[in-house]
């Protein structure tokens, strides 16, 4: 069952498996602790082959989630924008483009006008991590302006390893640091290049800046250490395009 459409959740064994099955875009299921059995196992096992992430959760919350009791033990978020797959945008990519990938990127307004930002420098495509990110919903639908809805769209449970698959796409890696690094006004940027950005407060985690090809920074003042990360990002986006670029 689906309760009314702002509140975008599916409910029910039957319908959370169908909804996974047909590709909606499914942002994260929620199981209650209780959850077993064979029918279960089945939507676990398509949560993980969509790359969806589950969590498991007090049955009291699942029923306050789903708006009713009758929830089968299984509850399912929407999100009002639709999916893409790495592999699918991969395909379809020009010769020159940028993708940009936000590593556990939290705060709804810096997902959405990061977004914006993307899409106004004619980005071919936003990846974020589900993994300690933040899902998406209408309200960065609405930081967005709705021009999240003109932009591919990717969510990922491997980071690192859909940003391994780019590289052997031709992408050069870079990773955005508030300190180290190449100015990035000075880069010889090659045709294809991801800008990664990181969590707000962490910045790139470990694992994440290893595998970049190179980090850069924004040249600042002396007595300014830092940009919000959505305004860093969109100085970044436009760097990427050079002078007199339409």
């Given at each position: ?16 498996a169908e909804a996974l099955e047909a590709g909606h875009p499914v942002q994260r299921v929620y199981f209650s602790r209780e959850a077993s059995g064979e029918h279960i196992d089945k939507i676990k096992e398509l949560a993980q082959k969509r790359g969806v992430r589950f969590d498991f959760i007090e049955v009291g919350k699942l029923g306050k989630l789903a708006g009713t009791p009758a ?176």
């Amino acid at each position: 069952m689906q309760k009314k459409d702002e509140d975008q959740v599916v409910w029910g064994r039957h319908e959370v498996a169908e909804a996974l099955e047909a590709g909606h875009p499914v942002q994260r299921v929620y199981f209650s602790r209780e959850a077993s059995g064979e029918h279960i196992d089945k939507i676990k096992e398509l949560a993980q082959k969509r790359g969806v992430r589950f969590d498991f959760i007090e049955v009291g919350k699942l029923g306050k989630l789903a708006g009713t009791p009758a929830h089968q033990d299984v509850v399912a978020r929407l999100s009002p924008v639709r999916l893409a797959s790495l592999e699918d945008v991969l395909a379809g990519l020009e010769d020159e483009c940028t993708i940009v990938a936000l590593d556990q990127v939290r705060h709804l307004r810096n997902v959405g006008m990061i977004a914006r930002s993307a899409a106004a420098a004619g980005a071919a495509a936003l990846l974020f991590s589900s993994r300690g990110g933040h899902p998406l919903n209408d309200e960065v639908v609405k930081a967005s302006s709705g021009t999240i809805f003109h932009l591919p769209v990717i969510q990922t449970t491997h980071f690192g390893r859909d940003l391994e698959k780019m590289q052997q796409a031709g992408f050069w890696i870079y990773g955005l640091a508030t300190a180290g690094g190449e100015d990035l006004f000075q880069v010889d940027w090659p045709k294809r290049r991801v800008l990664v950005a990181g969590n707000e407060s962490k910045g790139l985690r470990p694992s994440v800046q290893k595998a970049t090809d190179a980090l850069v920074r924004i040249p600042m003042a002396p007595e300014v250490k830092s940009l919000n990360v959505a305004v860093a990002m969109s100085v970044a986006l436009f760097a990427t395009r050079g002078p007199g670029v339409s």
